[in-house]
């Protein structure tokens, strides 16, 4: 199977108006035409092809209670908006030991979530697969129906990942290198699966449910055990020529520096990363080494010298990553977004007014700054979301050509 490509415009025309609908909610004819520039015409057929297909559907809205009184003798404006049950779709996270399911309807809300512990961290592919089967059979039993009731998966994996491939250089769940893992889940699940690093697809939660919604241009950086970032340019996700993009937490911030799991040295990992802070508050007492930075946090709150020491340092590295992003990019938006976002070390106010210091001093506003501390599903929301593009893609071009 390979992904759906946007290149027939009769495709890019329905999936630009099935876009439209999600984003506003719901909209009637005549504001589509507005926004997209086709004629009410145009709009009239590519709406009764997808109200053919089941996509969407017609409502009559409540009038507002502070409407200007009826327009158009009364008669109400119908408007349009996605059919929630049109399709059903799995998202899924694999973290370090566990693995989260979240099922989404077709208009993105919440079915159920599953959570299932992993027979163990890395494992080879068939084994990595019937795992993912697993889970995802759990999470739909909980709901009273099955995985062959479910249009899609989106499997949001970390590491190295060509999504149009469905293609692992590397990730810290398999074993394997060089994995072509789609056709291996493809030949396990009974629909169609797509694969993303799990950053790009918190970019892509962020686009169509978060504070991404309505802005085409912006920067989603994941702050978790690693440092990660989806970037999101004229509403499309930008993944480089191997997939590779994006890999802020390996831009290098010191020449010559600290050691990063990536076997390199000098990235902003090897400074602001979970595995990063403890190294350097172990240096010190190896003999009783600190665990968690939760514990190091407190210590640094309750005014530990050393402790305090560690974080500041993480922020001014984190700072100057962020600076340079905006140097390079230029975005309308950051978002700041991870469930470590309880320790406002990364996003304090002294670590913003860092970064506006180091950015091109323009007489231009600079870009907005969001923190979003999501809860856990935020990974696996990212997936269901890639999915649930990629299923309407397949949708619209199944959808009929001519409807009377
Ligand atoms: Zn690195």
Same mark, same amino acid.
């Given at each position: ?38 004629? $009410? ?77 992993? $027979? ?285």
């Amino acid at each position: 199977m390979a992904l759906p490509e946007k290149n027939d415009q009769r495709e890019t025309g329905r999936l630009l108006v099935l876009d439209l609908i999600r984003a506003a909610g719901t909209i009637a004819r005549i504001d589509i035409a507005k926004r997209t520039g086709f004629s $009410p015409a145009t709009v009239t057929v590519i709406t009764s092809q997808l109200l053919e297909a089941g996509l969407i559907e017609e409502i009559i809205p409540e009038p507002s209670p502070d409407a200007k009184p009826s327009t158009k003798r009364g008669r109400p404006r119908v408007a349009l908006r996605l059919r929630g049950g049109a399709h059903m779709v799995a998202g899924l996270k694999v973290a370090h030991n566990i693995v989260s399911v979240l099922i989404l309807d077709f208009e993105g809300n919440d079915v159920l979530s599953h959570e299932m512990t992993l $027979p163990e961290p890395r494992m080879a592919t068939p084994h990595f697969c019937d795992t993912m089967h697993t889970a995802v059979s759990q999470a739909c039993e909980k709901g009273g129906f099955t995985i062959n009731d479910l249009s899609g998966i989106g499997v949001a994996l970390a590491g190295l990942v060509d999504a149009k491939r469905r293609f692992s250089y590397w990730s810290s769940s398999l074993t394997d290198r060089n994995v072509n893992l789609g056709a291996h889940l493809d030949a396990t699940m009974p629909c169609p699966v797509f694969l993303d690093n799990d950053a790009n697809l918190v970019a892509k939660a962020e686009h169509l449910f978060g504070e991404g919604r309505n802005v085409d241009d912006f920067i989603v950086v994941t702050i978790e055990h690693g440092v990660g970032m989806g970037i999101v340019i004229d509403g499309e996700i930008y993944r480089g020529t191997r997939g590779c993009g994006a890999e802020f937490g390996h831009t290098k911030v010191q020449l010559e520096g600290a050691l990063c799991q990536c076997g390199q040295r000098g990235c902003l990992e090897a400074y602001v990363g979970n595995y990063a802070l403890l190294r350097e508050a172990n240096i010190m007492d190896r003999e009783t080494p600190l665990g968690d930075v939760a514990t190091l946090f407190k210590r640094a709150q309750s005014g530990d010298t050393m402790a305090r020491s560690i974080f500041d340092r993480a922020g001014r590295m984190f700072a100057m990553g962020l600076a340079n992003l905006v140097n390079i990019f230029d975005p309308k938006l950051i978002i700041l977004a991870g469930e470590r976002l309880s320790f406002d070390y990364l996003h304090a106010d002294t670590v913003l007014e860092t970064m506006r210091q180091s950015v091109v001093q323009v007489d231009a506003p600079l870009p907005e700054v969001r923190v979003h501390a999501w809860g856990d599903h935020m990974w696996a929301k990212g997936a269901a979301a890639y999915a649930i593009e990629q299923v309407s893609a397949l949708s619209v071009r199944e959808a009929p050509a001519d409807v009377a």
